[in-house]
């Protein structure tokens, strides 16, 4: 239906143009041509695009995009957030004694974390890692996350620079060779200084050491010395605070009395060392630490020699030959009875606590093999029972 027009009421009180009027053909007709661009002018009708055009006009927005995001937003992140920082490794050492500022100070230097930014100190304090952050060197990255850099100087240095490890069982002349190795200090350097006459005014332990030697008092374990300069000095301190440290709880005058009683042969501290070394070099078990203990202390109650090939291991440096056992040696023990005249290498903790700890046995003989083929660890209390286990696995 057509819209309806209103209008005011005419005079004769009928409303005019209540319908829209018509118009004749003839005169739309001649609207039109009045209206044509032909000759009069007016407006083209518009043509529509094709699908080329259309897909030229996508591809070309779709470039302009693309350019203003390459361009222009890395440009807006960077005035929001800073430009993204490349991780770089880079090797840090935190120093012996250093407080949380002063780490975080090296850290920012170094580029580990931003500059002027106390993100690190506030993490370290609220999750109470203040008293747990290790000095040494480390391996990190530059602009780390700080929770990632302070879980792990929490946990300790994770590179091997300036650090040496000496494994148990080793002797003065075999850790100054690791000392060179690890820590470049030549091992005659190392051995000259490894006397016990240079140390024994501030490590009273050692008044009772033989020799002049060290032997069986530099600690078994690894040191770092990250932060601060590495000498042969430095290095056996570090050793001799570690042994002291540990044997701190160590009850070396009831252990006297126990084995006195029991076995009646006399034993002070630098007898159980020495004791816990041979063990060291025999025994290959938790198990057999405590037997081989049992059997050296029985043979000692009653005279007899230890017959331990592991204290001429001590004088040949390597494997004991029959001829070896002929040899003339203080650290013979099968020609001479009791203890040797020193430690013959650095014992583990578990070792000193078995021979202040051993078990109660009538054994007087080992036989123990562990080559990765053969598995032998066998006590007996005769000479007759020995035998048969040597002849069994021979």
Same mark, same amino acid.
């Given at each position: 239906m057509a819209p309806r027009h209103f209008s005011e009421p005419d005079g004769t009180g009928r409303q005019a143009g209540l319908a829209t009027r018509r118009v004749s053909g003839r005169t739309a007709a001649a609207t039109g041509r009045a209206g044509s661009p032909g000759r009069g002018g007016g407006r083209r009708p518009r043509r529509r695009m094709g699908p080329a055009a259309v897909a030229a006009c996508c591809v070309a927005a779709a470039a302009v995009v693309s350019l203003v995001a390459f361009l222009v937003v890395p440009r807006v992140l960077d005035a929001i957030s800073g430009p993204e920082r490349e991780h770089v490794p880079v090797t840090v050492t935190i120093p012996e004694g250093s407080g949380v500022l002063e780490i975080q100070a090296i850290l920012a230097e170094a580029e580990v974390i931003e500059p002027d930014d106390d993100a690190f100190y506030r993490y370290v304090m609220e999750e109470g890692l203040e008293t747990s952050l290790k000095s040494g060197t480390y391996e990190l990255e530059t602009y780390a996350p700080v929770d990632e850099v302070a879980e792990q100087l929490a946990e300790g240095p994770n590179t091997t620079q300036n650090r040496v490890t000496v494994p148990e069982g080793r002797t003065v002349t075999q850790t100054a060779e690791i000392v060179e190795e690890s820590l470049?200090?030549?091992?005659?350097?190392? &051995? $000259?200084?490894? !006397?016990?006459?240079? #140390?024994?005014e501030d490590y009273t332990f050692l008044e009772g050491a033989a020799d002049d030697s060290l032997e069986g008092? &530099? #600690?078994? !374990?690894? @040191?770092?010395?990250?932060?601060? *300069? $590495?000498? $042969? =000095? $430095?290095v056996i301190r570090a050793m001799l605070d570690q042994y002291e440290e540990e044997v701190h709880s160590l009850d070396f005058d009831a252990a006297s009395a126990r084995v006195r009683d029991e076995y009646g042969v006399d034993m002070d501290a630098y007898d159980f060392l020495t004791l816990a070394s041979i063990v060291e070099r025999e025994a290959v078990t938790a198990e057999d630490r405590t037997l081989v203990t049992s059997v050296f202390y029985n043979r000692l109650a009653q005279g007899m020699a230890l017959q331990s090939d592991a204290t001429m291991m001590y004088v040949t440096g390597g494997e004991v030959t029959a001829?070896? %056992? *002929?040899t003339e040696s203080p650290y013979n023990t099968y020609d001479n009875p009791g203890l040797t005249p020193t430690p013959v290498c650095?014992?583990?903790?578990?070792? %000193? *606590?078995?021979? %202040?700890?051993?078990? !109660?046995? =009538? @054994? &007087?003989y080992f036989f123990i093999i562990e080559d990765g083929e053969t598995s032998v660890h066998a006590f007996s209390e005769t000479y007759e029972e020995h035998q048969a286990v040597i002849e069994e696995n021979s």
């Open positions: 470049g200090i030549p091992a005659d350097e190392f &051995l $000259a200084q490894a !006397k016990a006459s240079n #140390y024994a008092f &530099l #600690y078994p !374990k690894t @040191y770092d010395f990250s932060g601060q *300069e $590495a000498t $042969a =000095d $430095a001829a070896d %056992l *002929e650095s014992p583990s903790m578990s070792c %000193l *606590e078995a021979v %202040l700890d051993p078990e !109660k046995t =009538d @054994y &007087l």
